[in-house]
């Protein structure tokens, strides 16, 4: 299995940046995507971004595209999201994900592990 742990979540004004991290452990040589989701209250969980962990090819969702960027450390097993002119629209709990599978990156359902969460809130 793979263990997933988020760090870098806090209170951020609008217009502002924050980095999400998110170290892997486990049988990580499994891992095709890698991805980052968000879940607002009384909404369902929304894709970020993901990243193909063989080439670093990234994904992102409209909402996103041109905000936030996601890289990825081989060496340490480590993925970054970095938000920038954060929105109070990006408020939610961010979770770190991977998925073996090779079916679609931004589908949450094909996902096999989740970090905790991390909070982020964008004052306005």
């Known amino acids: 299995q793979v263990q997933l742990v988020e760090s870098g979540g806090g209170l951020v004004p609008a217009g502002g940046s924050l980095r999400l991290s998110c170290a892997a452990s486990?049988?990580?040589?499994?891992?095709?995507?890698a991805g980052w989701f968000r879940q607002a209250p009384g909404k369902e969980r929304e894709f970020v971004g993901a990243?193909?962990?063989?080439?670093?090819?990234?994904f992102y969702p409209d909402s996103v595209r041109g905000r936030f960027t996601l890289s990825r450390d081989n060496a340490k097993n480590t993925i970054a999201l970095q938000m920038n002119s954060l929105k109070f629209e990006d408020t939610a709990v961010y979770y770190c994900?991977?998925?073996?599978?090779?079916?679609?990156?931004?589908?949450?359902?094909?996902?096999?592990?989740w970090g905790q969460g991390t909070q982020v809130t964008v004052s306005s």
């Open positions: 994900a991977a998925q073996s599978s090779q079916v679609t990156p931004s589908d949450p359902h094909w996902y096999d592990y």
């Open positions: 486990g049988r990580t040589s499994s891992v095709y995507f």
């Open positions: 990243i193909r962990w063989s080439d670093g090819d990234t």
